[in-house]
């Protein structure tokens, strides 16, 4: 799939920072941690990554915004783009052994998410899409979410709260209605990579609540392209913003956010 000049520096930058992830992934014993908050960890490697993903695409698009997850946010002379970056999303993952992690880019124009990236470094797995153009997986392959339609028969992805989070008797009444009626459910530690698994139809749908704009942003992108159907939690509310998300393929995806809304 031929890409836009943003999307080739998007994949290329992400192809660099998951190079090095993956040198740092091997010795990950050896890394120096810190604690950022309760269950939330940064590491070198994780600053790193960020730094890289940043030189790429502020050299090729020095007048973009920026919004990182270890740096910040940066207002760019052009007020209509921005860049939205986790350079390691499942950190707790990453510093377990554990090799489901994702490198995650999105650009933003106009408040709108148009082109996303999910580089699964450990798998050699990259997701990405663009507004208009479909959602693809490695250069070739195309991705469409699953054609499920019965809830029984579908397996959905969350986030579960950690320690310190006041959210987990929320999610605890959202899995007594689900779990009952439906094939499973999965928590697998990594926001980017749900979204892109229901894209490839791997997961028939995803929720999770209090997710910062940097985890899920590029998913959004990727999810819809793949012709999935993505929402606020709050039909109210906004994504980014609210950090709120339901998404599944449209068959079931009524009768999932019932479930959820309820």
Not at 33 to 61: C, H, P, T, W
Not at 92 to 105: C, D, E, M, Q, R
Not at 165 to 176: I, K, N, S, V
């Amino acid at each position: 799939m031929q890409g836009s000049a943003n999307l080739n520096v998007m994949i290329k930058a992400a192809r660099k920072a998951g190079r090095s992830l993956v040198k740092d992934f091997r010795e990950v014993e050896n890394l120096q941690v810190s604690m950022k908050g309760a269950g939330d960890f940064v590491s070198r490697a994780d600053i790193a990554a960020e730094e890289i993903i940043k030189n790429e695409l502020m050299d090729a698009r020095p007048n973009y915004g920026w919004l990182g997850e270890e740096g910040g946010g940066e207002e760019g002379k052009d007020p209509t783009r921005r860049w939205i970056v986790d350079p390691l999303d499942g950190t707790t993952n990453f510093l377990h052994g554990l090799p489901h992690w994702a490198v995650s880019i999105a650009l933003e124009h106009k408040g709108e998410i148009v082109a996303g990236v999910v580089f699964d470094a450990a798998k050699d797995e990259m997701f990405f899409a663009e507004k208009g153009n479909g959602a693809w997986l490695n250069d070739q392959q195309r991705l469409r979410v699953s054609s499920r339609h019965k809830m029984i028969e579908s397996i959905f992805a969350t986030g579960v709260p950690f320690g310190g989070r006041g959210d987990l008797p929320q999610t605890l009444q959202d899995l007594a209605r689900l779990m009952p009626i439906c094939a499973g459910v999965r928590r697998w530690g990594s926001a980017a990579l749900d979204l892109a698994y229901v894209a490839a139809g791997r997961y028939d749908g995803f929720w999770e609540r209090r997710l910062n704009a940097w985890d899920m942003a590029a998913g959004l992108v990727i999810l819809r392209e793949a012709g999935g159907l993505v929402e606020p939690i709050d039909p109210e509310g906004d994504i980014l913003s609210g950090g709120d998300v339901i998404g599944a393929n449209e068959a079931i995806f009524d009768s999932f956010a019932k479930i959820i809304r309820d």
